[in-house]
């Protein structure tokens, strides 16, 4: 399905650009099979959101794409993976680092592992693809849910350059960037695009004024030290952001193309839970501390770490303000040759990132604290290289292997008892935990799809990937507080009792089936089987204890199957889109992730199996007697249920709501015909784009879409103070720019409603109480908040 006119650059993959229409429909090019096709043309579900509107309502992160679009969610939380994605009800939560997505993010063509990518600024982009169901065959593993793919930007054959500046007034964010583009030498050309931004305010008031007062008690001295907790300085996030990224795009030959880009970003925010907000409660307040409000409204309530302990954990400042401090860096080269009937492509790449986090305490309460910090990495180096055939006869293929390394570095330091210990040294003496894990992982994959065209308008096509992947882990405590190792063990490495191990192996074949029907240009009929497969892993984030075994810490893959098929038409001679799709898939072996309060900590299980059902209806109108006008609506309905899952209880959840079972020892529910977290039953969008000459030099532009949202539960286990109800938010744009398009001045609004909505949710710690019996009372929810309404001014000037 499609959203958006787009038409596409010159990309790696091979993309050549689409033929502009002066009127009516634009044609729209992707490569959701890791082929040139018109979208109209491809037998996938394919959201394509063009450069175009990219810019027009500067969707630069993968929130702000999720935020526009229907039925695609991402929360950004503080700790762990660093967020959850959802689409149509399918995703992970953000509490373990080891937890992969089931909606994969592929970047040039090169996968990236990790739900940090969230913090990588996109800007200057070809275009972005949201292709929605299983994608095992074409992007490989952790795709069950669907793909989002982003394309970047390329040289230009000419030259070309552009300078925007822009500024949000709710944030106080002052937005700079730039790019420049074209041959340097012959055969050769270059593109370097570089965005800077700094935040002076934020998006989310930080509403707490007054300092609280604490204490630790020292176990070496049995003396009770009074802190203070002074409020942390400033809104949320008050980002300061460098990007810089550039292209080389050699063509020694009709044949040959040789493209290499390498980026560097570094990103710092002043929290690293800026977002998160206590807006439903079981008692009418937050149950840590009764005195910060409990509300939908853009507020946070942050103080620092507690007197003494800044500068002594590590990673925490001197002063103990929170931040989040996220660097990344990258370099993907590709190689396309084009043999007459065979076109090889290959694309290597190798990125690395760090994430270092020091919070204080949102929510805070007084006489109790949480304070930590955290030090995480990772890096990948792989390969994929494919030859397509495209002869002439009915009969073509597609076959290609796959080779992926990484590791993953995970390093905690938590303070989450009023404690201290002064006879230790001072990086150790307010830790309760100091942690470390580690995975190493291989994949090794090749795949294949053989096409063949029964007679001119029929196509069946058939493929499978194959999968074998390891993953060698380890975690232990490097410390922990002498009053708490009861509780927790401390790790000697000649004692294999005090760490542990994953060596795990997984295989794995997904085949997909698909039969086209194309009985004229304007209409495509297509039905596929698809399969999909989640990788396994290991919880590198969890805590080890006396009961914890390694069972507790590995998990195997998820694993999904089903059917879709739809019908695409363009019809009124290329000024009306219409298409419509069905589709039905199950999810085996789910990956939830959930806090154990008998071992202390969060634990990945394959609990239960879910289903998604849904029709998908998507129009886009462009009247040639209106030039310039273009409008769009899209109306989805998924109904994403939990099949079979025996659960774990939410936080205080009585018997009478339900906590009647037994789950791995503890309190547990039925969770059967729920609904999956954030799944909203019905979602669409609305909207249009206009562009009139107002003069011979200058040209009035308008635009707006509307997103609107069902009611959903945030919790993945049917928490009922975690639904959000229903929801329209509408975003806008209106400017002018000269006939020429080399200048340009525009106002971008999101959110104009100002509606507080979340994308996901935490239970509070330190609320609930009494889970598994007849008084239990509730834990709070913490929601991972939308944005809230952004206006933001900008100037562009465009050079040729």
Same mark, same amino acid.
């Given at each position: 399905?499609?959203?958006?006119?787009?038409?596409?650059?010159?990309?790696?993959?091979?993309?050549?650009?689409?033929?502009?229409?002066?009127?009516?429909?634009?044609?729209?090019?992707?490569?959701?099979?890791?082929?040139?096709?018109?979208?109209?043309?491809?037998?996938?579900?394919?959201?394509?959101?063009?450069?175009?509107?990219?810019?027009?309502?500067?969707?630069?992160?993968?929130?702000?794409?999720?935020?526009?679009?229907?039925?695609?969610?991402?929360? #950004?939380?503080?700790?762990?993976?660093?967020?959850?994605?959802?689409?149509?009800?399918?995703?992970?939560?953000?509490?373990?680092?080891?937890?992969?997505?089931?909606?994969?993010? &592929?970047?040039?063509? +090169?996968?990236?592992?990790? =739900?940090?990518?969230?913090?990588?600024?996109?800007?200057?982009?070809?275009?972005?693809?949201?292709?929605?169901?299983?994608?095992?065959?074409?992007?490989?593993?952790?795709?069950?849910?669907?793909?989002?793919?982003?394309?970047?930007?390329?040289?230009?054959?000419?030259?070309?350059?552009?300078?925007?500046?822009?500024?949000?007034? !709710?944030?106080?964010?002052?937005?700079?960037?730039?790019?420049?583009?074209?041959? &340097?030498?012959?055969?050769?050309?270059?593109?370097?695009?570089?965005?800077?931004?700094?935040?002076?305010?934020?998006?989310?008031?930080?509403?707490?004024?007054?300092?609280?007062?604490?204490?630790?008690?020292?176990?070496?001295?049995?003396? *009770?030290?009074?802190?203070?907790?002074?409020?942390?300085?400033?809104?949320?996030?008050?980002?300061?952001?460098?990007?810089?990224? @550039?292209?080389?795009?050699?063509?020694?030959?009709?044949?040959?193309?040789?493209?290499?880009?390498?980026? /560097?970003?570094?990103?710092?925010?002043?929290?690293?839970? /800026?977002?998160?907000?206590?807006?439903?409660?079981?008692?009418?307040?937050?149950?840590? %501390?009764?005195?910060?409000?409990?509300?939908?409204?853009?507020? +946070?309530?942050? +103080?620092? =770490?507690?007197?003494?302990?800044?500068?002594?954990?590590?990673?925490? #400042?001197?002063?103990?303000?929170?931040?989040?401090?996220?660097?990344?860096?990258?370099?993907?080269?590709?190689?396309?040759?084009?043999?007459?009937?065979?076109?090889?492509?290959?694309?290597?790449?190798?990125?690395?990132?760090?994430?270092?986090?020091?919070?204080?305490?949102?929510?805070?309460?007084?006489?109790?604290?949480?304070?930590?910090?955290?030090?995480?990495?990772? /890096?990948?180096?792989?390969?994929?290289?494919?030859?397509?055939?495209?002869?002439?006869?009915?009969?073509?293929?597609?076959? @290609?292997?796959?080779?992926?390394?990484?590791?993953?570095?995970?390093?905690?330091?938590?303070?989450?008892?009023?404690?201290?210990?002064?006879?230790?040294?001072?990086?150790? !003496?307010?830790?309760?935990?100091?942690?470390?894990?580690?995975?190493?992982?291989?994949?090794?994959?090749?795949?294949?799809?053989?096409? /063949?065209?029964?007679?001119?308008?029929?196509?069946?096509?058939?493929?499978? !990937?194959?999968?074998?992947?390891?993953?060698?882990?380890?975690?232990?405590?490097?410390?922990?507080?002498? =009053?708490?190792?009861?509780?927790?063990?401390?790790?000697?490495?000649?004692?294999?009792?005090?760490?542990?191990?994953?060596?795990?192996?997984?295989?794995?074949?997904?085949?997909?089936?698909?039969?086209?029907?194309?009985?004229?240009?304007?209409?495509?009929?297509?039905?596929?089987?698809?399969?999909?497969?989640?990788?396994?892993?290991?919880?590198?984030?969890?805590?080890?204890?006396?009961?914890?075994?390694?069972?507790?810490?590995?998990?195997?893959?998820?694993?999904?199957? @089903?059917?879709?098929?739809?019908?695409?038409?363009?019809? *009124?001679? #290329?000024?009306?889109?219409?298409?419509?799709?069905?589709?039905?898939?199950?999810?085996?072996?789910?990956? &939830?992730?959930?806090?154990?309060?008998?071992?202390?900590?969060?634990?990945?299980?394959?609990?239960?199996?879910?289903?998604?059902? @849904?029709?998908? $209806?998507?129009?886009?109108?462009?009247?040639?007697?209106?030039?310039?006008?273009? =409008?769009?609506?899209?109306?989805?309905?998924?109904?994403?249920?939990?099949?079979?899952?025996?659960?774990?209880?939410?936080?205080?959840?009585?018997?009478?709501?339900?906590?009647?079972?037994?789950?791995?020892?503890?309190?547990?529910?039925?969770?059967?015909?729920?609904?999956?977290?954030?799944?909203?039953?019905?979602?669409?969008?609305?909207?249009?784009?206009?562009?009139?000459?107002?003069?011979?030099?200058? $040209?009035?532009?308008?635009?707006? %879409?509307?997103?609107?949202?069902?009611?959903? *539960?945030?919790?993945?286990?049917?928490?009922?103070?975690?639904?959000?109800?229903?929801?329209?938010?509408?975003?806008?744009?209106?400017?002018?720019?000269?006939?020429?398009?080399?200048?340009?001045?525009?106002? &971008?609004?999101?959110?104009?409603?100002?509606?507080?909505?979340?994308?996901?949710?935490?239970?509070?710690?330190?609320?609930?109480?009494?889970?598994?019996?007849?008084?239990?009372?509730?834990?709070?929810?913490?929601?991972?908040?939308?944005?809230?309404?952004?206006?933001?001014?900008?100037?562009?000037?465009?050079? #040729?």
């Amino acid at each position: 399905m499609t959203a958006f006119p787009a038409s596409a650059q010159d990309v790696t993959d091979g993309v050549v650009p689409a033929q502009s229409q002066s009127s009516g429909l634009e044609e729209i090019i992707v490569t959701a099979r890791k082929r040139v096709e018109s979208v109209q043309d491809v037998p996938v579900l394919v959201t394509a959101i063009s450069q175009e509107t990219v810019q027009r309502y500067d969707l630069t992160s993968l929130e702000k794409v999720a935020a526009f679009s229907p039925q695609f969610n991402i929360g #950004r939380a503080s700790n762990g993976s660093g967020a959850q994605i959802t689409l149509r009800g399918i995703g992970s939560q953000a509490t373990s680092i080891g937890l992969e997505q089931s909606t994969a993010v &592929i970047v040039d063509g +090169v996968y990236y592992g990790q =739900a940090r990518v969230i913090n990588e600024a996109f800007f200057d982009l070809d275009r972005v693809e949201l292709l929605k169901g299983p994608q095992a065959l074409f992007f490989g593993k952790n795709a069950t849910a669907g793909v989002v793919s982003v394309t970047t930007a390329n040289p230009t054959d000419t030259f070309e350059a552009m300078g925007q500046v822009g500024y949000e007034f !709710r944030s106080e964010n002052l937005v700079g960037s730039a790019y420049v583009s074209g041959p &340097i030498a012959p055969n050769l050309s270059a593109r370097l695009a570089v965005r800077v931004s700094n935040m002076f305010g934020g998006y989310f008031k930080n509403k707490q004024v007054d300092p609280l007062t604490t204490a630790t008690f020292d176990i070496a001295t049995g003396n *009770l030290n009074p802190r203070v907790q002074l409020p942390s300085q400033g809104d949320q996030p008050g980002t300061n952001e460098k990007l810089i990224r @550039g292209t080389l795009q050699w063509e020694p030959t009709s044949r040959l193309t040789a493209n290499l880009k390498a980026s /560097w970003l570094k990103s710092d925010d002043e929290s690293n839970s /800026w977002n998160m907000v206590p807006f439903r409660c079981a008692l009418g307040a937050p149950q840590p %501390n009764p005195n910060i409000p409990c509300e939908k409204k853009f507020n +946070v309530y942050m +103080v620092n =770490a507690p007197e003494g302990l800044g500068g002594a954990t590590r990673e925490s #400042r001197d002063d103990g303000q929170p931040f989040n401090a996220y660097r990344s860096w990258a370099v993907t080269g590709s190689l396309n040759y084009d043999a007459d009937n065979y076109l090889i492509t290959s694309v290597t790449n190798y990125n690395w990132n760090r994430n270092r986090w020091a919070l204080g305490q949102n929510v805070p309460a007084e006489a109790t604290f949480i304070a930590a910090t955290e030090n995480t990495s990772f /890096w990948a180096f792989s390969n994929e290289t494919r030859v397509q055939t495209s002869f002439d006869g009915p009969v073509n293929a597609m076959v @290609g292997g796959y080779y992926q390394k990484t590791r993953r570095n995970f390093r905690q330091q938590g303070a989450f008892a009023p404690l201290e210990d002064s006879s230790q040294p001072l990086e150790r !003496r307010f830790d309760s935990t100091q942690r470390y894990s580690r995975t190493d992982g291989e994949t090794i994959s090749a795949f294949g799809q053989l096409s /063949w065209k029964v007679v001119p308008t029929v196509e069946i096509a058939g493929g499978v !990937r194959y999968t074998h992947e390891t993953k060698d882990s380890i975690l232990y405590q490097e410390y922990v507080n002498a =009053a708490l190792q009861g509780l927790f063990i401390q790790y000697d490495p000649n004692d294999p009792s005090t760490y542990i191990l994953g060596d795990q192996t997984f295989n794995n074949w997904s085949p997909e089936a698909t039969i086209t029907w194309q009985p004229s240009d304007e209409v495509t009929v297509y039905g596929a089987y698809k399969t999909a497969y989640k990788s396994g892993g290991f919880s590198n984030s969890a805590l080890v204890t006396a009961l914890t075994t390694p069972a507790d810490i590995a998990f195997n893959p998820e694993k999904a199957k @089903g059917f879709e098929g739809g019908i695409k038409t363009t019809l *009124l001679d #290329r000024q009306l889109r219409l298409n419509v799709a069905a589709y039905t898939y199950k999810y085996t072996n789910l990956q &939830i992730d959930y806090f154990n309060s008998i071992t202390f900590q969060f634990i990945t299980t394959n609990a239960g199996s879910a289903t998604t059902k @849904g029709v998908e $209806v998507e129009t886009e109108f462009a009247p040639r007697a209106i030039p310039g006008f273009s =409008a769009r609506a899209v109306l989805a309905y998924n109904k994403a249920r939990y099949k079979d899952y025996l659960a774990p209880c939410y936080g205080g959840q009585s018997t009478t709501a339900g906590c009647t079972e037994t789950f791995q020892g503890g309190p547990g529910q039925d969770l059967s015909g729920v609904p999956t977290a954030l799944a909203p039953e019905w979602t669409g969008s609305l909207g249009f784009n206009y562009e009139s000459d107002v003069s011979d030099s200058l $040209v009035f532009m308008t635009s707006a %879409n509307m997103r609107y949202s069902s009611s959903y *539960l945030g919790s993945s286990f049917g928490h009922p103070l975690s639904r959000q109800s229903s929801y329209a938010v509408l975003d806008g744009t209106i400017g002018l720019k000269t006939a020429d398009d080399r200048l340009e001045f525009s106002v &971008i609004g999101k959110n104009l409603t100002n509606r507080f909505y979340i994308s996901g949710v935490q239970e509070q710690p330190n609320s609930g109480s009494g889970t598994g019996t007849p008084n239990g009372i509730p834990s709070d929810i913490v929601g991972l908040v939308a944005l809230p309404r952004t206006i933001m001014a900008q100037v562009t000037a465009r050079f #040729r």
